[in-house]
C-alpha cells in the first residue's frame, strides 16, 4: 500500500495519478454519507469516511484493520486535519483524533508514505 | 533566483525571508513589498514591530496591496522583491478598491499572473505564503474558496521557483532546491 497525506489542496490526487498511474475510475472518494469502498485501488479523502465513523460510533482503524486484505495493495489518500487547533465541537475533535490515529496506522503498514507540500513531493518513508 | 517560503503562522517566516533577500541581494538594491492594508490597531502594531525588525538591513519599503507586477514599474526590476505576503496579496484582490462586497472570481488568476510576471521580471523574488490547510474544521464557502485559491497560488508558485521552504516551529524544511552558501 502506498500513502499518500498531506493538506487541502495540496495535490495529492494528482501524486497519485502521477507516481501511481491512478486513473479516474480507478477512485472511490469517501464522503460522510458514502462511507468506503474498500476494493477501489485508490481511496481518495479517508478524512470523509473517518468523520462518517464518528457520526457513526465506528472506528476508522479497527475497520481499515478487519479488511486489511482489500486496501494491501492500494492507494490511500488522506488530509492531515490534525495538525492544526484543538476544535471546540465534541465530534470535531473526535475527528481529529480518529484521524490522526489511523494516518499513524496507515503509515506503519505503508511501503511508501508521501506528503504533499505546495504540489511538490516529500518522501516520509 | 526566486524562492517560496510557507509555513504555519509566528513561525519566523518574515525574519527568515528577510535574510534570504538580503542574502539573494548580494548587497545591490531590496525591497520589502508589504501587501497587508492595515484595517486596525492590531494590524498597525503588527507593521510596526516589521518595520523594527527589518530597520538597519537595507530595505526600501514598496506598499503594493494589488497588482503585484506594479512592483516592476514602481522600482527598478534588477532588484531583490521581498513579497509579504501572497495571503494577503490575495484578500486584497478578492476585495477589489471599488467591489459590492461580493469576492470577485478573478482574483486568483490576477495574483498568480502578477506573481509569475513579478517572479520573471525581478533579478530575485522571495514570496512569503501561509500554510492554511491541515486542520479540521468545516469552513464556510468563502474561507474554503480563499484556501482553495491561495493553494493554487502556492502550487503555481512552487512551480516555478527555484526554491520552495517550509517553516515548522522555525525548523527548515527545503522541499525543492537550496540556498546559495
Known amino acids: 500500500m502506498n500513502f499518500i497525506i498531506g493538506g487541502a489542496y495540496q495535490g495529492k490526487l494528482d501524486c497519485a495519478r ?32 473517518t468523520l462518517w465513523c464518528v457520526r457513526n460510533g465506528k472506528d476508522a482503524t479497527e475497520i481499515f484493520k478487519e479488511h486489511h486484505a482489500k486496501w494491501a495493495d492500494s492507494v ?11 476544535p471546540l465541537g465534541a465530534d470535531m475533535r473526535a475527528w481529529r483524533d480518529m484521524t490522526g490515529r489511523l494516518c499513524a496506522y496507515l503509515s506503519a503498514e505503508a511501503e511508501t508514505v508521501t506528503r504533499m507540500f505546495c504540489g511538490l513531493e516529500q518522501k516520509l518513508k | ?97 471599488t467591489h459590492n462586497g461580493d469576492a470577485d472570481p478573478d482574483a486568483v488568476n490576477r495574483c498568480r499572473d502578477g506573481l509569475l510576471k513579478l517572479a520573471a521580471g525581478a533579478k530575485n523574488a522571495v514570496f512569503v505564503t501561509d500554510y492554511l490547510y491541515s486542520d479540521a474544521i468545516r469552513y464556510d464557502g468563502f474561507t474554503e474558496n480563499y484556501r482553495a485559491s491561495l493553494a493554487a497560488l502556492d502550487q503555481a508558485l512552487a512551480e516555478i521557483c527555484d526554491v520552495v521552504i517550509e517553516l515548522c516551529a522555525g525548523n527548515v524544511i527545503f522541499h525543492k532546491g537550496g540556498l546559495p552558501e
Not at chain 1, 76 to 86: Q, R
Not at chain 2, 33 to 43: G, K
Not at chain 2, 87 to 96: D, G, M, R
Open chain 2, 1 to 97: 533566483m526566486n524562492v517560496l517560503l510557507s509555513g504555519g503562522c509566528k513561525n519566523g517566516k518574515t525574519g527568515f525571508a528577510q535574510d534570504i533577500a538580503v542574502l539573494l541581494s548580494g548587497g545591490e538594491k531590496h525591497y520589502y513589498v508589504a501587501t497587508m492594508i492595515p484595517y486596525d490597531s492590531e494590524d498597525r502594531a503588527r507593521i510596526k514591530r516589521h518595520i523594527d525588525d527589518r530597520a538597519g538591513m537595507g530595505f526600501s519599503t514598496l506598499e503594493v496591496p494589488r497588482d503585484i507586477a506594479s512592483c516592476l514599474t514602481l522600482a527598478k526590476p534588477d532588484a531583490t522583491f521581498l513579497v509579504d505576503s501572497v495571503t494577503a496579496l490575495l484578500l486584497n484582490e478578492l476585495f477589489p478598491a
Open chain 1, 18 to 49: 502521477k507516481k501511481f498511474n491512478v486513473q479516474d475510475d480507478e477512485v472511490f472518494t469517501c464522503t460522510e454519507e458514502n462511507g468506503i469502498e474498500f476494493c477501489a485501488r485508490c481511496i481518495d479523502k479517508i478524512e470523509e469516511f
Open chain 1, 76 to 86: 490511500l489518500i488522506c488530509m492531515d486535519i490534525f495538525c492544526g487547533v484543538v
